[in-house]
């Protein structure tokens, strides 16, 4: 790169041009595994990471998930105000939120499948269909947009040989649009999983999608 | 304030500028109705909760720093309101528009067209012209299943539907899929509302047309139906309904609010069965004679005839009724039993009953019952007693081999064959329907059902209730209790009663259980009987 201009680069902005990995800089207490059974209930509806393991077929829940949804279960007055984070750990569990998904967490919960429906299809971050190992969404909102986002998302898309929404033939990428990511300072904010990476330009893409491959084939 | 600090139990306010003192915990949604002025609302249903959601209500509260929706803001001691002005007229403008933004406009296909309440305030107060230049979003039609079909064009997301199936059926059915202008009602993927009991209601709190009947899909324009209060015949429970007709049809049956029946709500299988009161093929005229000498006659003669062989007549009378007629038809063949020299040989009916009763757990007050007749308590009352087994067949007989007179009312007698009254010394047959088991019959008469005539049932709950004429009858056909009427007071030797309420006056008048009861004091919405006499 010719040019050298300042760039941020989050704790997991690393575009290439710093040979920082995620554990220098967030610091190794932060990255790795933790518990799957969500270890104090006050955090277990959520993990820092999206350790998605995406198995359309898992059982709801077993095992360290069990106990992780009946923590959840109980943090909650009500069975529909555990809702949220139960489809959440749901779709950490198969990737997505199928009909079946929310008949059977509708089931778990003793509430109706039509509710679990509505409350599923109103939150845009539950995936109703499969969606690759990776979840690419490039803000398209007005900052990111002034900066480039149309192009940026095109070039996803073409890297990844996929169409909007599509997932690429290796199971690896989906590219979608999103609203606005609350990142305005840094367009284009790209958001993977649920990693921000920011000040994405378009020169940016391939090195992003290599580092993606490189976790795949880490086995992280 | 009053001392104790106990605050006073009405509050008085100042509605476009006229004072009105309404109960405290008063809505100004209701403050504003009892001056006679509608504030218009979509979400808002007496039957449920107000969410408060449509935005359509709002009006202008003095010192309130925004408007205030009317259904859910309470009326305060010494409040000023204006439903009307100018602030509040600008946001209902429009409010209308954006919720004509995505609305088709279709409303000469619509069903609900003539009764929406869109299509009411868009023409009352909505702009002339709309301003928008994009295209409409369209998502068509889907069948829910059951009766209900949903065109979700034509929504305006207020969830009457969603919070009916929520709070009063207790069977959460639907829900709000996906938002924005996305949004739309649906079920859980395809299990809809099939074998839901009270589904049917969703039609009708639709403020628009968004949900319609599919029985009734393109049947009749609104404003060609005649509106007639009446009573449900499919059940014993009696809900208050109205006979919506057409061309002297019956075209559907719609609630009719009464808090102490049935609230704002029927059943399916209620409103389902009305086709029965347009059959045809009905008995036209009098007929007089058995078998190869049945001839027809006109009323004078049949009823000089039968007035002759009633007097002649010897032999006890067996007498069956049926729990479809009207309380006055069931008492004018008490009274005709009576007046019988011989004797009585049996009062009966019979009513197919259902397996179980079906609640609606929202509003206990209304159970479909067992009985699937509307009048079995009144026939109970009245000293007829239940025959037959539960598909309302069998149990008739004494009666079919009765050695006397045999008076059939009502009854079509689908069981029983052409040897029915062969013993009889003389088989009266009042019915709308010719039937083989009327072979035998000495007279058969033409009576109309309940649907064309007035007249009284009693409910499971011991409540008389009222219902008005809503078809014209075939044409010789005459109401039960007159044709009976006409023949007690021949033979006792007075007047004939000239009306329904007449011949409930004189039932009223026989009948404990009936006593203190008038037909004004009945009125529109009923009235119970005394408790004691109700079911012994």
Known sequence: MSEVRFRNPGWAGNTGEFDLSEADVRGTEYVG?????????????????????????????????????????????????????ALNLAQELRGHISPETMDEVAGLLGLSDAYVRGV?????????????????????????????????????????????GETSSDGNFTVAEAECLAACGFPTCVQINSRYFEDVSVDDVPAVLDRLKREVNQGF | MADNGRKAETVTLTMDGQEVTVPRGTSLLHAAESIGTE???????????????CRIC??????????????????????????????????????????????????????????????????????????????KRVFGRDDFGGDVLYYGDRCVMCTRCVRFMDEVARDSRLTVVERGSRAVIDTFFDRGLEGASFAGNVVDICPVGALVSKDFLHKARAWDLDHTPSICPNCSHGCNIELHTRDNLVQRLKPRENQEVNGHWMCDYGRANYEWMNRPGRLEAPAVGRGS???????????????????????????????????????????????????????????????????????PLLVRRRDLVPNSD???????????????????????????????LGDELVDQGEEFGANASLF?????????????????????????????????????????????????????????????????????????????????????????LTWEAVGDRGAALIAEAVHG
């Open chain 2, 428 to 516: 009266v047959y009042l019915g709308t329907f010719d039937t083989a088991a009327a072979a035998n019959a000495d007279f058969v008469l033409p009576i109309t059902t309940f649907a064309e005539e007035e007249g009284s049932f009693v409910n499971a709950q011991g409540r008389v209730q009222r219902f008005q004429q809503g078809l014209r009858p075939p044409e010789s056909a005459r109401p039960a209790w007159l044709v009976l009427g006409a023949l007690v007071a021949a033979l006792r030797g007075e007047e004939t009663p000239g009306s329904a309420p007449e011949a409930f006056a004189r039932l009223a008048d026989a009948h404990p259980a009936f006593e203190g």
């Open chain 2, 293 to 363: 000498d049945r001839r027809a006659a006109d009323w004078r003669e049949a009823l000089e005839l039968l007035f002759a062989s009633l007097s002649a007549a010897e032999g006890d009378v067996a007498l069956v009724g049926s729990a479809t007629c009207s309380n006055e038809a069931l008492a004018g063949l008490v009274a005709l039993g009576e007046e019988m020299s011989g004797g009585e040989a049996g009062r009966v009916f019979r009513s197919p009953r259902a397996a179980d009763e079906v609640p609606l757990p929202g509003f």
């Open chain 1, 120 to 164: 599923a299809t109103f939150y845009t971050m539950y995936n109703k269909r499969p969606v690759g190992r990776f979840l690419i969404q490039v803000c398209t909102n007005i900052s990111c947009n002034l900066c480039g986002a149309d192009d940026v998302l095109a070039a996803f898309l073409e890297h990844t040989g996929t169409e909007l």
């Open chain 2, 378 to 408: 009144g026939a109970e009352l009245l000293g007829f007693e239940r025959a037959g087994n539960d598909d309302g067949q069998g149990g008739l007989e004494h009666a079919a081999e009765h050695g006397g007179v045999v008076i059939v």
């Open chain 2, 58 to 135: 709002l009006v202008e509260v003095e010192g309130a720093p925004k408007l205030q929706p009317s259904c859910v803001t309470m009326a305060a001691e010494g409040q000023v309101v204006h439903t009307d002005s100018p602030a509040a007229k600008r946001m209902r403008q429009g409010v209308l528009e954006f919720y004509l933004v995505n609305h088709p406009l279709d409303c000469p296909i619509c069903d609900m067209s003539g009764e929406c309440m869109l299509q009411d305030y868009v023409f009352d107060e909505g702009r002339e012209k709309g301003r928008g230049r994009e295209p």
């Open chain 2, 39 to 53: 504030v218009p609302h979509y979400c808002y249903h007496p039957g449920l909760s107000a969410p408060a959601q």
């Open chain 1, 33 to 85: 595994e933790r518990a799957l059974d969500g270890g104090h209930p006050s955090v277990a509806p959520s993990l820092p990471y999206m350790f998605v393991q995406k198995d359309p077929e898992a059982p709801l829940f077993e095992g360290p998930y069990r106990e992780r949804f009946e923590k959840i279960r109980g943090r909650y007055p009500t069975a529909r105000a555990a809702l949220l984070p």
